[in-house]
């Protein structure tokens, strides 16, 4: 399983050109990430546990991960690493063990075999999902999104639902996709579709619009008091 034919170092800063210049600050953007350069779209089902704890230790490890590994080192195998987070492959024993040693216990090899389930709606979080039964899409197709799905955020800080509280930081991402040379799929705040410059446009003039009018409405009830 471990990826030596194409032996290289797990990078975060290699997601850079991805994600078109911005960067990756929460372990639930990661696993996007990772799903759509290897599965080729997002994957709601919920997240192993151990997929989840791995996320969210890379992004805490963030500047330690970035630094030469000893040769043995799990983070050497860094699309082992990439297929692992995105869902497409379990650890094999002996991996997950050195993962938890690597981790010094933050993430342990049972925990790859439990599904990270999401908490209470209480926070506020809408999640992401696939087509029907989990499949991937048909290339050319956008994944749907139906409020009902399962959330792969688990503990990790809550995308946020539109209009609700939010976190702070970027809540939007663009994601370069190699089935769309001609888009990109836009991310957050539960949300992932797929753009091309057209649709983008059209998305960035009602957006515009959206908020002229709110401007407009907040201007008369304040001329109103």
Not at 28 to 55: F, M, N, T
Not at 185 to 212: K, P
């Amino acid at each position: 399983m471990n990826d030596l034919s194409g032996f290289r170092p797990f990078r975060l800063t290699a997601f850079r050109e991805a994600l078109m210049g911005g960067g990756i600050y929460q372990g639930a953007q990661l696993i996007i990430a990772c799903q759509v350069k290897h599965l080729g779209y997002v994957d709601a089902r919920p997240s192993s546990a151990g997929a989840v704890a791995l996320a969210d230790w890379l992004i805490a490890k963030a500047a330690f991960i970035e630094r030469p590994k000893p040769g043995g080192h799990p983070l050497n195998c860094g699309t082992t690493i990439e297929r692992i987070l995105a869902g497409d492959i379990l650890p094999e024993e002996e991996f997950a063990l050195s993962l938890a040693e690597a981790t010094e216990g933050a993430v342990l090899p049972e925990m790859f075999g439990l599904p990270m389930v999401s908490t209470s709606s209480a926070s506020g979080d809408t999640p992401l999902t696939t087509g029907a039964e989990g499949k991937a899409p048909e290339p050319g197709l956008l994944t749907p999104a139906p409020a009902s799905a399962p959330s792969i955020l688990g503990d990790l800080p809550p995308l946020g639902v539109l209009g609700g509280q939010l976190p702070s930081g970027r809540l939007f991402h663009p994601i370069a996709d190699a089935r769309f040379p001609g888009g990109f799929v836009l991310t957050g705040c539960g949300i992932a579709i797929n753009l091309d410059e057209s649709t983008a446009a059209a998305l960035r003039d009602a957006v515009t619009a959206g908020l002229d009018h709110l401007r407009s409405v907040r201007m008369n009830r304040r001329a109103a008091a």
